[in-house]
T-cell receptor, first 116, second 113 residues
Framework: GAVVSQHPSWVICKSGTSVKIECRSL??????MFWYRQFPKQSLMLMAT?????????EQGVEKDKFLINHASLTLSTLTVTSAHPEDSSFYIC????????????FGPGTRLTVT | GNSVTQMEGPVTLSEEAFLTINCTYT??????LFWYVQYPGEGLQLLLK?????DKGSNKGFEATYRKETTSFHLEKGSVQVSDSAVYFC????????????FGSGTQLTVLP
């Protein structure tokens, strides 16, 4: 089946630094990737939609200058949390939709970010 | 806006018991409805889906029927197994945008042998 990986699986950083999270579709091309954030015991919240070769579309309330998304190829999207603060600590999950597909969406295993 | 309300867990059942996890939604238009499952250490996987009213999605013994009159999409399985232990998420996709999902809070299911 289709596989989506995320790297790193967990990261600890100091307040004020930036962290980059990678999302890769390993065996398919993905025109569209999505970034979600999950708080403990809460649902996944869609942060942004990332389309290859164009600017990401952010959901209301998500700071686009803080959460930089780049979708430079059909198999890679990156999320950079800039000037991280403790309130940015969370579980970040990406998903990818195969090019030409409508309903299919494959999820990565997530990245745990802790900001100290 | 769109929202999904899901039965709170955790749910603990004995093997071969009947499972129901309730899910109701609020949405404009005609959303598509999904159940995703997350096994420990893995990403979410699509379990089943229904794209219009009265559709029944089914997979691996799980079923859910899209009930527009009650805005519900309850997940059921007649006889659970230990291997069904996981977190289950109900989700909807906005009308006209099948891939942008709104999730419920998830329900942890533990099945005991």
């Amino acid at each position: 089946g289709a596989v989506v990986s995320q790297h790193p699986s967990w990261v600890i950083c100091k307040s004020g630094t930036s962290v980059k999270i990678e999302c890769r579709s390993l065996d398919f091309q993905a025109t569209t990737m999505f970034w979600y954030r999950q708080f403990p015991k809460q649902s996944l919240m869609l942060m942004a939609t990332s389309n290859e070769g164009s600017k990401a579309t952010y959901e209301q309330g998500v700071e686009k200058d803080k959460f930089l998304i780049n979708h430079a190829s059909l198999t890679l999207s990156t999320l950079t949390v800039t000037s991280a603060h403790p309130e940015d600590s969370s579980f970040y999950i990406c998903s990818a939709t195969p090019s030409g597909s409508y309903y299919e969406q494959y999820f990565g295993p997530g990245t745990r970010l802790t900001v100290t | 806006g769109n929202s999904v309300t899901q039965m709170e867990g955790p749910v603990t059942l004995s093997e071969e018991a009947f499972l129901t996890i309730n899910c109701t939604y609020t949405a404009t238009g005609y959303p598509s409805l999904f159940w995703y499952v997350q096994y420990p250490g893995e990403g979410l996987q699509l379990l089943l889906k229904a794209t219009k009213a009265d559709d029944k999605g089914s997979n691996k013994g799980f079923e859910a029927t899209y009930r527009k009159e009650t805005t519900s999409f309850h997940l059921e399985k007649g006889s659970v197994q230990v291997s069904d232990s996981a977190v289950y998420f109900c989700a909807l996709a906005r009308s006209g945008s099948a891939r942008q999902l709104t999730f419920g809070s998830g329900t942890q299911l533990t099945v005991l042998p």
